[in-house]
């Protein structure tokens, strides 16, 4: 049923993509706002109660209605797992920011390129070159990739029903909203929320990583996952960046053109200057890396079948 589950969400996804914005994020934010309003303080400790209320009672409370579902028919418990699959997983969530990226660079349109990869990551990007823009964008791609795909498929295998893929949308969402947050009148209320997340996506940001690296380049990739990857500040990006790098062959991080300022980051990656080729070859190992995941799980449940 999980990799059935899988399979199903993944192509419905394709064939009418998810408004995100409005159907998760939005009831999100409000849901987040109440939150926000009724505990913080500025205190870690009321952040790590309003954490646990929504992530733990929310992944318990999903598994709940997994069980009860499968007791009442298993086909109930199959389409609630793609239901749920299909709200907190999904390709199309960001790429078409890259797709159009890729577009406009190689249309030789740089400032629409800058623009979408502004309003993808945040930032302005007036002065970055091609090279830049494509840099940063395979690497949002292959972050993006990992905590909208990967990551929500490890944890959905891992936990019971769909309750895991529910934890890690949950966990990511504060980690993003609240962790982030460094003004003095949200205080202290978002620090739980950062190292949950880094404690919940260890594991899983490691299992992409190899994914990438069987699928690509596996000596570059393992090469600059040991050497590299301790350098980048968010470390488990650090790992997706710099397996994913060395997976494909080009160098990322580097210093950038950010919001009017050179911003210094670590090498990452090794081979050539990133452009939009290497943004269409971040789409084939992607894909890639999905496929061998789907495999292994297949041969698993065959594993399972057979041995019974």
């Not at 769909?162 to 969402?173: E, Q, T």
């Not at 003095?184 to 990583?209: C, H, K, M, N, Q």
């Amino acid at each position: 049923m999980t990799l059935f589950s899988l399979i199903v969400a993944l192509l419905i996804e394709q064939v009418r993509p998810l408004p995100v914005r409005q159907i998760v994020l939005d009831p999100l934010g409000r849901l987040s706002g109440v939150l926000v309003e009724r505990f913080n303080d500025g205190q870690a400790r009321n952040g790590r109660i309003a954490w646990l209320l929504l992530v733990v009672l929310a992944t318990l409370g999903c598994a709940l209605i997994y069980f009860l579902l499968w007791e009442l028919h298993p086909l109930l418990a199959f389409a609630f797992n793609i239901g749920v699959l299909y709200l907190t997983m999904g390709f199309r969530q960001e790429s078409h920011f890259f797709t159009d990226i890729h577009l406009a660079l190689r249309m030789g349109e740089l400032p629409r390129a800058r623009s979408l990869l502004g309003e993808w990551r945040g930032g302005q990007y007036v002065e970055a070159s091609s090279s830049e823009v494509a840099r940063l964008a395979i690497e949002q791609a292959l972050v993006g990739a990992h905590r909208n795909v990967f990551g929500v498929i490890f944890w959905f295998i891992v936990l019971p029903g769909p309750s895991g893929a529910v934890m890690y949308r949950l966990s990511r969402y504060l980690a993003e909203e609240w962790g982030r947050r460094r003004d003095v009148e949200f205080g202290a209320f978002g620090s739980f929320a950062r190292r949950a997340f880094e404690v919940i996506d260890w594991l899983p940001a490691r299992f992409t990583a190899a994914s990438f690296s069987v699928v690509g380049d596996f000596e570059d990739a393992v090469f600059c996952w040991r050497t590299q990857s301790m350098l980048w500040p968010d470390r488990p990006a650090g790992v997706l960046i710099a397996a994913g790098a060395g997976a494909l062959g080009v160098r990322l991080g580097m210093p950038v053109h950010e919001s009017g300022e050179i911003v210094e980051r670590p090498e990452m990656g090794v081979g050539d200057e990133a452009d939009a080729d290497f943004m269409q070859s971040t789409v084939g190992l992607v894909w890639r890396a999905l496929v061998l995941c789907l495999l292994v799980l297949a041969l698993l449940a065959i594993a399972s079948w057979v041995g019974r």
